[in-house]
């Protein structure tokens, strides 16, 4: 399943902030042959629901705000990473990332192996060995 971007250093990224583009792109440079393509700012999950806004239009902007936001998934052969960027990654990365992959998978093409993945910029105590046991790929850039 090919993404909509090659992996290579961009000029723009939907939806990553300036210290997750600094870690991207340490990352596109220690490992430039890692994936295939990718995709940025992936909506997955359910949105909220606004009972008390009347507003088609405006319910409707705040529905799509509210859905989760993988912020890249990586593509290499039939494996597909979700991807989650934080500076200085600790327990809340770990949880976010869960998330987004259990939300994904749905969407996931029958024989694609789906695997989550933290790149951080900080080896954080215990952090690697609790992605370890849980099957997370944790890189540190």
Sequence with gaps: MPGRFPYTILPKYSHLRPEDVMIWERFIIKYPKFYDSVDYDLKVGNPRDYPEVNEDQYKKDLEYLSRKRVDVVGYKGDEIHIIELKPRASFSAIG???????????????????????ITDEKIPDIKDLCFKRGILYFVV
């Design 96 to 118: 976010q990332v869960i998330g987004y992959t259990d939300l994904y998978r749905p969407f996931a093409p029958e024989k694609s192996l789906v695997s989550s993945v933290i």
